[in-house]
């Protein structure tokens, strides 16, 4: 399985960058991942909601899952379930996975991480197909 991404500007290299470096710093052992899905749980709501289902539906355990800006866990546990104490979901509640910029935290991301030299990610919009993006 392969995830297709698109090229980023700098500042969305920084953000993967950040993002990749946090996960190490807190001790995430990401040599068992290819890509980490960064999910707010406030913003665009019809691309978290598939965001969400794309979560629900897959079985890989190569694909870190990071929700952040959590309004309520309580709730976030509701809708996915027991699928959230997976060990590929990591529950940031401080928020220390949100970017700085606030147009960034309004749509789930995925980065691919499996080029260290290379971190690239790309914003998950409404109608994307993640089945279309896990294909390639």
């Given at each position: 399985m392969s995830i297709i991404l698109c090229n980023c500007s700098t500042e969305e290299k920084e953000?993967?960058?950040?993002?990749?470096?946090?996960?190490?710093?807190?001790?995430?052992?990401?040599?068992?991942?290819?890509?980490v899905v960064v999910?707010?749980?406030?913003?665009?709501?019809?691309?978290?909601?598939?965001?969400?289902?794309f979560?629900?539906?897959?079985?890989?355990?190569d694909i870190l899952f990071v929700f952040t800006k959590i309004s309520s866990e309580k709730s976030l546990r509701l809708r996915l379930g027991n699928m959230i104490n997976q060990k590929n979901v990591l529950i940031d509640s401080e928020c220390i996975y949100a970017s700085q910029k606030e147009e960034i935290?309004?749509?789930?991301?995925?980065?691919?991480?499996r080029n260290e030299n290379k971190y690239t990610?790309?914003?998950l919009d409404p109608g994307v197909s993640y089945e279309t993006i896990l294909t390639y």
């Open positions: 953000y993967a960058e950040t993002v990749v470096t946090t996960l190490k710093k807190n001790d995430v052992n990401l040599t068992e991942y290819s890509h999910i707010p749980n406030v913003g665009c709501g019809g691309c978290i909601s598939e965001a969400e289902h979560f629900r539906e897959n079985k890989a355990q935290n309004v749509y789930p991301v995925i980065i691919d991480i990610w790309c914003f």
